[in-house]
């Protein structure tokens, strides 16, 4: 078993949708969760950063985290076609190495 | 404040050579991790660099070797480069240890 598992799509949906993307992971001791989008051939770009379990909400994103089910999920609100990407779900125990899915390639339909 | 940079954006090599990667790290910050993320896969950890010392290592060969100057600015020196080798090499900076990490663009290496 992988310790972070990610659908890797890819997922379509029309402009204005709410995405939903999730990971699912083994490692209790994880405490960080970070959600990165990556366009095509470029860096990963850091979106939300979150503690432990709870929401976390910046403009049309949501990051959740239940540790008790070992499972965090990214909510997209009105999708725009410029949210097309690939979205990797990150996560560690504080001074580790992060640890990523393999992403979700998420594609907004205008 | 400018970002994380890479150079060069894209490389192309042959089996058997040796290649340097180099990484600027985002202003102030003092680590430096490198990742390497093969086609359809999420980044995977090389090592880290904190202030000059190696902080950690992930499960690559020796051949994989890193430098962190003290500018805060590292290279990644691969030798007897493989088929395999092939990917998008990512530098990661960041305040300091264990708070979040900021990628730069990366450097593509193809081996032939």
């Known amino acids: 078993q992988k310790e972070v598992e990610q659908d890797p799509g890819p997922l379509s949906v029309p402009e204005g949708a709410i995405v939903s993307l999730n990971c699912t992971y083994s490692?209790?001791?994880?405490?960080?969760f970070m959600w990165y989008r990556q366009y095509s051939r470029k860096g990963p770009e850091l979106l939300m950063y979150?503690?432990?379990?709870g929401n976390k909400e910046d403009g049309r994103f949501t990051a959740q985290v239940d540790k008790s089910s070992k499972y965090i999920s990214l909510f997209i609100r009105d999708s725009q076609p410029s949210d097309s990407a690939t979205y990797l779900c990150?996560?560690?125990?504080?001074?580790?190495?992060?640890?990523f899915g393999k992403g979700t390639r998420l594609s907004v339909i205008a | 404040e400018t970002g994380v940079t890479q150079s060069p954006t894209h490389l192309i090599k042959t089996r058997g050579q040796q290649v340097t990667l180099r990484c600027s790290s985002q202003?102030?910050?003092?680590?430096v991790s490198w990742y390497q993320q093969a086609l359809g896969q999420g980044p995977q950890f090389i090592f880290q660099?904190?202030?000059?010392?190696?902080?950690g290592r992930g499960n690559f060969p020796p051949r994989f070797s890193g430098l962190q100057f003290p500018n805060y600015s590292s290279e990644l020196n691969v030798n007897a480069l493989e088929l395999d080798d092939s990917a998008l090499y990512l530098c990661?900076?960041?305040?300091?240890?264990?708070?979040?990490?900021?990628f730069g663009p990366g450097t593509r290496l193809t081996v032939l």
């Open positions: 990661a900076s960041s305040l300091q240890r264990g708070e979040e990490q900021f």
């Open positions: 490692n209790s001791a994880f405490q960080y």
């Open positions: 979150t503690y432990s379990s």
């Open positions: 990150a996560m560690n125990s504080g001074n580790t190495p992060l640890v």
């Open positions: 202003s102030g910050h003092n680590t």
């Open positions: 660099y904190y202030r000059e010392e190696e902080n």
